[in-house]
């Protein structure tokens, strides 16, 4: 330990230990402060850490595993734990008390009803519908109607002899529902009547975790995707001329969640700026501001509060 003489002539020593002290506090200030002189937000807010326990529409399989899941994750320190299936057969579920989650993503509003009040187990309190994807007719460019299907209305194609057209069960999902309004509408509005007994066949149906993959090994001519879906995973699509239908999605905190703070901390970034962007990008048409089901089976009100 050296020594100085101050201003007043007396020589006092020099404690180079603080000296070192303040000037690696110094250094350490000036690389964690920007342009502004704040603090940057990663500094300052202490991440969350644990599971958010989520049951989706198997639609969104690929968005939530490959987006919206690795984003929030990023953003919050929570990591998703996702169960995908049909939105009808994950209700049936919650009711039975075979799956135990947090939140509930759906593809069609009127599911959530069927979770709402005591004859229904009072799962859940209120929703939000946050976006819509449309209905798209994905089909195999290998397939020998692929030129047909780019060059004629789908309707004129899909009841060709030897044409396998895939969907998803009505009973367990909501987009079978969709696909037999499809096949339904068209056959009465554009007199397709062979139209109708595809609406009502037995024969290639699937679970909706299962319709992407027989059609891209070749098993399918073609079949009823969401645009989220099919966008995912890269399929060929044609629009559904004369339909203009579409899945809407939504969104609930269910009750007694063990997760309340995970959840909550989902939703918000789910229909906040970044979940919007993802969505988006994605295949879904984020609705601004969302629109808000306080009681389920009620009316809806158009807010931006999250549940």
């Known amino acids: 330990m050296g020594e100085r003489t101050g201003r007043d002539g007396v020589r006092r020593p020099i404690d180079r230990r603080g000296i070192a002290g303040r000037a690696l506090a110094a250094v350490l200030a000036l690389g964690l402060l920007g342009a502004t002189g704040a603090l940057p937000a ?30 929030f994750h990023r953003a919050t320190g929570y990591s998703v734990s996702g169960v995908a299936n049909g939105s009808n057969a994950l209700a049936t579920e919650i009711k039975g008390g075979t799956q135990v989650a947090d939140v509930f993503l759906s593809a069609s509003p009127t599911v959530n009803d069927s979770l709402a009040g005591a004859a229904n187990g009072d799962w859940l309190s209120s929703y939000t519908v946050f976006g819509a994807s449309p209905l798209v007719l994905g ?62 066949a037995g024969a290639d149906v699937f679970p909706e975790t ?46 007694r969640a063990p997760h309340r703070a995970a959840a909550r901390a989902f939703v918000a970034f789910l229909l906040g700026p970044v ?3 993802l969505l988006r990008a994605n295949g879904i048409t984020p609705i601004v501001p969302a629109r808000v089901v306080p009681d389920a089976g009620g009316a809806p009100t158009t807010t931006s509060t999250t549940p």
Do not use: C
């Open 139 to 200: 089909y195999d460019p290998h397939s020998r109607f692929a030129s047909a299907l780019r060059s004629k209305p789908w309707y004129d194609v899909v009841g060709r002899p030897g044409f396998r057209l895939g969907r998803t069960d009505p009973a367990t999902d909501p987009k079978g529902v969709l696909a037999v309004d499809a096949l339904e509408g068209v056959a009465l509005s554009y007199a397709r009547p062979g139209l109708d007994a595809l609406a009502t």
């Open 275 to 277: 979940g919007r962007r």
């Open 42 to 71: 990663a500094a300052t807010r202490e991440r969350a850490s644990g599971p958010v326990d989520v049951l989706y529409a198997g639609s969104l399989l690929d968005l939530m595993t490959q987006s919206i899941g690795p984003a």
């Open 210 to 255: 299962a319709l992407v993959g027989e059609l891209q090994a070749g098993q399918l001519d073609a079949g009823f995707f969401y645009a989220v879906e099919a966008r995912a995973a890269h399929l060929a699509t044609v629009p559904l001329v004369g339909t203009g239908l579409a899945g809407d999605y939504t969104v609930a905190v269910l009750n």
